[in-house]
């Protein structure tokens, strides 16, 4: 049941994705010649005008295969003759798609959970915190000058900084006054350089809240996944970190697991693991979202670079060239995707 629960959310995932290609190629009259969830060979497939309906056998991704996408067509509903801003919107349509869902799972989440606003809850004895006059019921507006809004990001600071080095908060006081103060973080008893302070969360106060901190989470999970991105390069996430589609399902059957063991009845058992698969896909629709806007060949983010060439030169590349870059891109990535599937089976069992 956990492994057909993970299946479905990555089904999900990926078919918002492909679907926001599709509704908008259709929308611009494109003619999309397949849309498949799944890769491999077909399970199932349907046939309707031009499009083929297809779910394959792996379910490590999907496709919207659109005429003239890869090749040049003389059909005028063809990808490659229609105008440059639809075919700007419809490869922007997958990441953007991406977004929406996060942000819709966030609206749910939210109202059953409640928010986590960057409001101290505990203020730790003798820690640095009080020792900078930091008190319970202080909010953390800013770390360093850049605004903050949930507690969860005090936390992705000092995981992507320097822990050791002083940081200056942005506190607003319970009865509205307003401060900076300099913080110099102290070493636990395990090494950890620690500020000293916990949040919370709260519950929601209605609807509007639900939408407020539904965008305050998509905001986190994008802050968080381009933090990621910046410590992979940088070098600041050790490899055994990284984590694929086998190390994500591995996590998340180990959440399911967690969720049911903490829950004291059957009913409660479904409600906590639903949940906790909310929480996971907003995490991984935004992880998706983020990765394919970046500009590498093969994906969303390449092709959106191409078209933008195209705008600046007035110019369409040659194909020929495109297919190349395109090409190598794809092949870059598949190495990639071997090199992290080993990396979660070494995790997993080793």
Known sequence: ??????????????????????IVAKMNKIAVMEFSIGMG????????????????????????????EDGESEDENAFNN??????????????VFNFILAFVFSIVLIHFTGCDPARLTTVVEHSAAEDAGIV????????????IYNYREILLYMQAENPSKPV???????????????????????????????????????FGNDIKYAGLELRYWVKATVTGLRMIVTGGVKNGDIMGPVGVGSAM???????????????????????????????????????????????DGGRLLFLFIEAIRR????????????????????????????????????
């Open 1 to 22: 049941m956990n492994i057909i629960l993970i299946i479905l959310v990555f089904g999900v995932i990926v078919f918002f994705h492909e679907f926001g290609h599709f």
């Open 41 to 68: 060979p077909a399970i199932f497939s349907i046939q309707k005008k031009e499009t083929k309906y297809s779910l394959r056998l792996l379910p490590i991704g999907g496709y919207c295969m659109m005429m003239g």
């Open 82 to 95: 229609k105008p440059l801003l639809a075919r700007i919107l419809v490869i922007a349509a997958g990441p």
């Open 136 to 147: 319970v019921g202080d909010t953390v507006t800013a770390i360093n000058g850049k605004k």
């Open 168 to 206: 200056t908060l942005s506190i607003e006081h319970a009865d509205g006054s307003k401060e900076s103060v300099v913080v110099t973080p102290k070493v636990d008893n395990e090494g950890n350089y620690k500020l000293g302070v916990a949040g919370g969360y709260v519950a929601s106060t209605g």
């Open 253 to 299: 059957n180990e959440v399911i697991e967690e969720a049911k063991d903490i829950s004291t009845t059957q009913k409660e058992a479904v409600i906590n693991v639903i949940l906790n698969l909310l929480n996971w896909s907003i995490l991984l629709s935004v992880n998706l979202g983020i990765m394919n806007l970046l500009p590498i060949p093969a994906l």
């Open 315 to 350: 110019k369409k590349i040659p194909q020929e060239k495109e297919a190349i870059v395109n090409f190598i891109g794809f092949a870059l990535l598949m190495v990639l995707m071997v090199v992290v599937f080993f990396n979660d089976i070494k995790n997993a069992f080793f």
